[in-house]
């Protein structure tokens, strides 16, 4: 049973465009999410992060946006760059559970010039 | 920074192989986590420990084991390479308390090919 879904496993943009990646959870405990990008041949890396009494999070052309209701996250990215090229995880977590995260299958964006 | 090492970025093994994959941080974490990435899968989590000589099984933890004899180091274990297992290794550490600055933070991977 999947907890966290990422239903497009690319998605392909121009520069300078917005990129929207999005995620679905199943687990209603979960309360806080966090976006990884992660390139070929590397480990990933944090990007983002969003806790359940927020709505969204911004961080330079970084916006996470949260609605608890549809359990839905959503990465967006403005302008998108060719560096921004990576495959891009969600994941979740749940307070006063495990310390583990879990993760999505993740989305391949690429990012045309 | 955090860092966190794995000994090794490449491996190739031989089937019936035991295999040893190593990890070091530098930040005095209690939490460590080895996953697995495969194409179409995502991470996966093997197996995790939440503090020294403590270990807890993942969602898909048959066919390996762990060790984590000092805070810093934790091992992953292969006891008998099969061709399944491979797979690219990461690694990863996070303080004890999962509050909203604490994400992950991963090492570089192993690639670890059992022919």
């Known amino acids: 049973d999947q907890q966290v879904k990422q239903n497009s496993p690319s998605l392909s943009v121009q520069e300078g465009r917005i990129s929207i990646l999005n995620c679905d959870y199943t687990?209603?405990?979960?309360?806080?999410f966090l976006w990884y990008k992660k390139y070929p041949a590397e480990g990933p890396t944090f990007l983002i992060s969003?806790?359940?009494?927020?709505d969204k999070n911004e961080d330079g052309r970084f916006t996470v946006f949260l609605n608890k209701s549809a359990k839905h996250l959503s990465l967006h990215i403005v302008p998108s760059q060719p560096g921004d090229s990576a495959v891009y995880f969600c994941a979740a977590s749940a307070q006063g559970g495990s310390e583990k995260l879990v993760f999505g299958k993740g989305t391949k964006l690429t990012v045309n010039p | 920074d955090v860092k966190v090492t794995q000994s090794s970025r490449y491996l190739v093994k031989r089937t019936g192989e035991k295999v040893f994959l190593e990890c070091v941080q530098d930040?005095?974490?209690?939490?460590m986590f080895w996953y697995r990435q495969d194409p179409g899968l995502g991470l996966r989590l093997i197996y995790f420990?939440?503090?020294?000589?403590?270990?807890e099984k993942g969602d898909i933890p048959e066919g390996y084991s762990v060790s984590r004899e000092k805070k810093e180091r934790f091992s992953l274990i292969l006891e008998s390479a099969s061709t399944n297992q491979t797979s690219m290794y990461l690694c990863?550490?996070?303080?004890?308390?999962?509050?909203?600055?604490?994400?992950?933070?991963f090492g570089n991977g192993t690639r670890l090919t059992v022919t």
């Open positions: 990863a550490s996070r303080g004890r308390q999962p509050s909203y600055n604490s994400p992950l933070h």
């Open positions: 687990n209603s405990m979960f309360d806080y």
């Open positions: 969003i806790s359940s009494i927020k």
């Open positions: 420990s939440y503090d020294v000589k403590m270990k």
């Open positions: 930040m005095d974490h209690e939490n």
